[in-house]
């Protein structure tokens, strides 16, 4: 099959809401990665003074009901959105996949594993983080397990459905035919041909993960409070939403992008990505 | 074509069970129901029947690629069913398959190279992809593809050329034994001659042995030494291609033979047509499966035939051989 030349507005209509999607994620990693330098002041700072300030000179977004500078807190908050939200989706496509393949291959695990999984996702997903917290106790790492958690009956069932269609195929059961062992079929048969749904799957993962974690956060039992997370900015501001909506706005708003950006990039990657959709 | 036998299959039996409600009966899908067969080294033995009647099956059971319910399978002598690890991985390279569908033989996302290399890598007669190159090359060459063809993906190839990848693969490990299941049917007619004749070449060249399972009785009649009729999971006829195209005693052979098209031949008075449809193999008839179609059924027929020997190697299982069913038919 030769490669087609594309002209060059096919090849923009294609590929426009990929790059859009991901200068602006270039653009929050690098406000993440750079935070100490782009803050203007010490996230963590309190300042009795100067508390619920409207934007100002000195206070570009203002400050929270502690006097801290918000848009210090946002730049910072995005480190740990996106920590957090890339640990769990990698911890959780890794886990979810052999998960998957395993559910997918032996018949007898797809009766035990899956109907445990199956329980995990007919429970409301916030709840069941709720209940799952409140169980395993506050914390970065109880907040990791629990996400992790959320999202693997997604993507067991996911790979499990790709699993039962390549394993049928002919290329297959010739490698069976060679002797080859279970193990070999499943990550050097069958896993290349999960790649394309995994990788959308991933990247519309973490956004969905930044929203989770938000919501957590604004119901109190994500994060300490006091380290900075969008989450938990909305949460300290909500009762000034009716004075000063501002303080909730701005972090909704980076909350909003972000979630935005990386459901465009998962879109487009799809539509890149499945031949059935060109 | 020796006397060696390679592979005997005695009262093979593979029955799917078919999904049942809490309190019901177990029934079974009987995809072949006692089947006993002998394949001798060298030869090539076709194996005929419409969809469904069991062929594809009964090559996986031989393969091991199924379990059999029921029956032996010996191989070179020794016990198949019995076999475990590695033993059985030993056996393995000794017997290869190529399939129907050229198109989903061949992983999409793995180079010829390596398609080809797998064989030897799993079956452990070589070690790392590097020494596999030679054999590759010289396999390439075998089956008349270029050397340049190892770093190309399957979906640059058109159906002809895979099928060739697909033997290549197949003869990667120096096998004795190839089932053919059905390797032509998915070509186009020009390339399916092509693909037909460096298969024969090729038994002559390696000494292969192949059960070759085919719906296309000329292509049968061309390549086989034996022919073996089978029909809802049962044997209904097997002899030389002599003994079944010029000889057939079955009733169920002589519809198949007289269905095949003929050049110059407009008239279809002289064919034999078969009624309805092929019975379920859920829900088989009782005695001679073929007895629902057969225009000589009689009451006799309710009963299980056995194989007779009408000629020397050609069976027959019908109760109306002793009757002689040619008379019947003038």
Redesign the interface.
């Known amino acids: 099959m030769e490669k087609r030349k594309m002209k060059p507005g096919a090849f923009l209509r294609r590929y426009i809401r990929v790059i859009a999607a991901g200068i602006v994620l270039l653009c929050i990693f690098m406000m993440a990665f750079f935070a100490p330098v782009i803050a203007t002041h010490d996230p963590m700072q309190t300042d009795m003074y100067n508390m619920n300030q409207l934007p100002n000179e000195e206070h570009i977004m203002g400050t929270d009901c502690y006097g801290r500078d918000l848009f210090s807190r946002i730049v910072y908050g995005s480190r740990m959105s996106l920590i957090i939200s890339i640990t769990v989706n990698v911890c959780a496509i890794v886990i979810g996949t052999c998960l998957g393949l395993l559910v997918g291959y032996f018949k007898w695990a797809d009766r035990i594993i899956m109907r445990i999984l199956e329980g995990i996702r007919a429970l409301p997903m916030i709840v069941f983080a709720i209940t799952l917290i409140t169980v395993l106790g506050s914390g970065v790492d109880k907040l990791l397990i629990c996400l992790t958690v959320v999202n693997l009956p997604g993507i067991a069932r996911l790979v499990r459905s790709q699993v039962l269609s390549i394993r049928e195929k002919e290329f297959v059961e010739c490698a069976k035919a060679n002797g080859a062992s279970n193990l070999r079929i499943m990550f050097k048969y069958i896993l290349p041909q999960c790649t394309s749904p995994l990788i959308i799957r991933f990247t519309s993962g973490l956004g969905n993960t930044i929203l989770t974690q938000a919501s957590l956060s604004f119901l109190g039992v994500g994060l300490d409070p006091r380290i900075p997370n969008w989450g938990g900015i909305i949460n300290e501001a909500k009762n000034l939403v009716m004075i000063q909506p501002h303080q909730c706005g701005y972090a909704g708003l980076a909350i909003m992008i972000t979630v935005l950006a990386f459901s465009i990039m998962g879109d487009g990657l799809r539509d890149i990505l499945d031949p059935r959709l060109r | 074509m020796s006397n060696e036998i390679l592979v005997q299959a005695t009262h093979v039996k593979k029955w799917f069970p078919i999904k049942k409600w809490f309190f019901e009966k177990q029934n079974y899908v009987k995809a072949v129901d006692d089947v006993s067969l002998t394949l001798y080294r060298g030869e090539t033995l076709g194996i005929v029947g419409e969809s469904g009647c069991g062929k594809s099956t009964l090559a996986?059971t031989l393969?091991r690629?199924i379990e059999p319910t029921d029956g032996e399978i010996t191989y070179d002598g020794k016990d198949l069913i019995a076999m475990k690890g590695k033993e059985?991985?030993g056996l393995?390279?000794r017997?290869?398959?190529v399939?129907?569908?050229p198109y989903?033989?061949?992983?999409?996302?793995m180079k010829i190279g390596q398609i080809i290399a797998?064989?030897m890598l799993?079956?452990k007669l070589k070690k790392t992809k590097a020494e596999c190159m030679p054999r590759i090359y010289e396999l390439l060459d075998m089956v008349g593809l270029d050397k340049t063809y190892v770093d190309r993906y399957p979906?640059?190839f058109s159906g002809g050329q895979r099928q060739r990848i697909v033997i290549a693969?197949a003869l990667a490990?120096n096998p004795e034994l190839m089932i053919c299941d059905e390797p032509v049917s998915a070509l186009d007619v020009s390339v399916r001659a092509q693909v037909l004749n460096l298969l024969e070449e090729l038994q002559e060249k390696l000494n292969l042995t192949y059960m070759f399972i085919s719906h296309d009785l000329s292509v049968v009649e061309h390549l086989c030494d034996r022919v073996a009729i089978m029909y809802l999971g049962q044997l209904m006829e097997i002899g030389t291609v002599d003994q079944i195209y010029e000889n057939a005693k079955h009733p169920y052979t002589q519809a198949l033979l007289s269905a095949i098209p003929k050049v110059g031949q407009h008239d279809s008075s002289g064919r034999i047509l078969l009624e309805g449809d092929i019975p379920s193999p859920a829900n088989p008839p009782s005695g001679c499966r073929f007895r629902t179609r057969c225009r000589f059924a009689t009451a006799a027929c309710a009963e299980k035939p056995a194989a007779v020997e009408v000629e020397p190697g050609h069976f027959v299982t019908c109760h109306l051989i002793c009757d002689g069913v040619d008379e019947k038919e003038a």
């Open positions: 996986r393969l690629l059985l991985r393995r390279k017997m290869q398959i399939f129907q569908d989903s033989s061949l992983h999409p996302r797998e064989p799993i079956s979906h640059e693969r490990t």
